[in-house]
C-alpha cells in the first residue's frame, strides 16, 4: 500500500523525515516522498537530506512562487495529475503551510484518504494564512494525529470523530532528538556561526528568529520589538538569523538594532540547531522553535500575542510574552536571573510518535 508525503517547505520535512524513518523499518506500507517545489531553498541539498536520514524527494512539482492562490492553484493541478496516474492508497500532510491544504483538497475529492500530521492546532487568529490552511484541512481529513492535548479538545468541539483523532507525540520531537544526538558527534567547525559561538568564550548568549508578517511588516511594531532587543543586547549578546523580507524591512524601516546583535544568515538546520541548543533563552515568533525549545528544555520568549500551540506555555519552557516591550524585557529578565518557568517535555514527547502514526496507518489501511 502506497502513502504519499508531501512536504513543500523545509519545516515538512523536518517533520516527515521522522515517518520516513519508521516507514522504512516495516514492510507494510510504501512511501513516496512528494516535494511540491512550494518554497525554493538552497540549503535543500543532499547533505540536508543526508542530515535527516531520508532520501531524496521521489517527485519534485517545481509548484512554487505567487500570490497565495496562485500557488495553491498550481500545486492542486500539479498534485492531481500524479494522484490520477498513480493513486495511491493515502495522502499524508504535515502542518499547515499551503502544500498541506492544497494536496488534501485534491486528495479529498479524488476518495482518496487525508492524515494530518499535527492535526487540530489553533491560533484563533485568522489572520494568519497558516490558521485557515489548518481549519480547512481538518475539516476534510480522515486521520488527526495530534501533539497534545489541546488540539483534541478542539477537534471534538468541531465534531471530528473520536476513533479518528489520535494523541501520538509530536514527529518534530522526534527530529530534533534525532538531530540533537547525531550533532553530539559531529563537527560543528565548519558552521557559519560556530565561529561566533566559540568567542562567547562560555559566557551566555541569546539567540533572535522573527519572521510573522504581524512583527516585522508593521513598522511601528518590529521598531518596539527591536528597541526590546537592542536593551536586552546590552546584557546579552544576542545573534539573530534573519530571515530574507525581516532583512529588508530593517533596511526599509531604519529599524536601529545596535552594536551587540549579531545578525546571520538563514542557517540550516544542524547549524541552527548547534547555536540554539546552548542558549540562555530563544526570543522568537516560531510556532515549530517553541516546541523544539520545550522538547530540549531551552527557555523560550515568544513575541506573539497568542500560540496555537499552548502546551509549550503550560507545561514547557516557553512563555507567551506578547510583544510589549516591556514584557518582553521583563520575562527576558526572569530567565537570565535563573526565575524562568523550567518546564518538562510534554506526554508522548519521546521521539516515537512517527512509529506510533505508521502502526496506525497501516491497521486503518489494512481493515479498509
Known amino acids: 500500500m502506497l502513502?504519499?508525503?508531501?512536504?513543500?517547505?523545509?519545516?515538512?520535512?523536518?517533520?516527515?523525515?521522522?515517518?520516513?524513518?519508521?516507514?522504512?523499518?516495516?514492510?507494510?506500507?510504501?512511501?513516496?516522498?512528494?516535494?511540491?517545489?512550494?518554497h525554493y531553498d538552497r540549503e535543500m541539498n543532499d547533505v540536508f537530506f543526508e542530515e535527516l536520514g531520508i532520501p531524496q524527494p521521489d517527485v519534485f512539482m517545481a509548484a512554487g512562487g505567487g500570490s497565495h492562490a496562485q500557488q495553491t492553484a498550481k500545486i492542486m493541478l500539479g498534485?492531481?495529475?500524479l494522484c490520477q496516474n498513480e493513486r495511491p492508497a493515502a495522502v499524508l500532510v504535515v502542518g499547515d503551510v499551503n502544500s498541506t491544504l492544497a494536496c488534501s483538497i485534491v486528495a479529498k475529492k479524488l476518495n482518496i484518504p487525508v492524515a494530518h500530521v499535527e492535526a487540530g492546532l489553533r491560533s484563533g487568529d485568522m489572520a494568519m494564512p497558516e490558521e485557515i490552511n489548518r481549519l480547512?484541512?481538518?475539516?476534510?481529513?480522515?486521520?488527526?494525529?495530534?501533539?497534545?492535548?489541546?488540539?483534541?479538545?478542539?477537534?471534538?468541539?468541531?465534531?471530528?470523530?473520536?476513533?479518528?483523532?489520535?494523541?501520538?507525540?509530536?514527529?518534530?520531537v522526534d527530529n530534533v532528538l534525532y538531530q540533537a544526538d547525531k550533532l553530539s558527534h559531529a563537527d560543528t567547525t565548519a558552521f557559519e556561526t560556530s565561529a561566533w559561538?566559540?568567542?562567547?568564550?562560555?559566557r551566555r548568549y541569546g539567540v533572535v528568529t522573527l519572521h510573522r508578517p504581524s512583527n516585522v511588516d508593521d513598522p511601528e511594531t518590529f521598531t518596539r520589538i527591536a528597541g526590546a532587543l537592542k536593551e536586552i543586547a546590552a546584557d546579552l549578546p544576542l545573534i539573530f538569523p534573519v530571515h530574507p523580507r525581516t532583512r529588508a524591512n530593517v533596511e526599509k524601516f531604519g529599524i536601529d538594532l545596535g552594536p551587540n546583535i549579531t545578525l546571520a544568515g538563514p542557517q540550516a538546520y544542524m547549524a541552527f540547531l548547534n547555536l540554539?541548543?546552548?542558549?540562555?533563552?530563544?526570543?522568537?515568533?516560531?510556532?515549530?522553535?517553541?516546541?523544539?525549545?520545550?522538547?530540549?528544555?531551552v527557555?523560550?520568549?515568544?513575541?506573539?500575542?497568542?500560540?496555537?500551540?499552548?502546551?509549550?506555555?503550560?507545561?514547557?519552557?516557553?512563555?507567551?510574552?506578547?510583544?510589549?516591550?516591556?514584557?518582553?524585557?521583563?520575562?527576558?529578565?526572569?530567565?537570565?536571573?535563573g526565575e524562568g518557568k523550567l518546564g518538562r517535555r510534554p506526554h508522548l514527547w519521546d521521539g516515537r510518535a512517527a512509529e506510533r502514526i505508521v502502526g496506525i496507518l497501516a491497521r486503518g489501511l489494512d481493515g479498509q
Not at 504519499?4 to 523536518?14: C, E, I, S
Not at 486521520?143 to 494523541?167: D, Q
Not at 502546551?311 to 518582553?328: F, Y
Open 276 to 297: 540554539w541548543k546552548d542558549a540562555a533563552v530563544v526570543l522568537t515568533d516560531s510556532g515549530g522553535l517553541q516546541e523544539e525549545t520545550t522538547a530540549l528544555g
Open 3 to 38: 502513502i504519499y508525503l508531501v512536504a513543500g517547505a523545509r519545516p515538512n520535512f523536518m517533520k516527515i523525515a521522522p515517518i520516513v524513518r519508521a516507514l522504512q523499518a516495516q514492510d507494510a506500507l510504501t512511501y513516496k516522498i512528494i516535494h511540491t517545489g512550494q
Open 197 to 202: 559561538k566559540a568567542q562567547q568564550e562560555g
Open 299 to 337: 527557555p523560550c520568549i515568544t513575541v506573539r500575542e497568542n500560540t496555537e500551540r499552548p502546551v509549550t506555555v503550560d507545561e514547557g519552557s516557553n512563555v507567551l510574552a506578547g510583544t510589549d516591550p516591556a514584557a518582553i524585557l521583563l520575562e527576558t529578565r526572569k530567565v537570565l536571573r
Open 136 to 172: 480547512v484541512t481538518d475539516s476534510i481529513s480522515d486521520w488527526f494525529f495530534v501533539t497534545e492535548p489541546s488540539a483534541v479538545e478542539h477537534l471534538r468541539r468541531e465534531g471530528k470523530p473520536e476513533a479518528a483523532i489520535h494523541y501520538v507525540g509530536h514527529v518534530m
Open 79 to 81: 498534485f492531481e495529475e
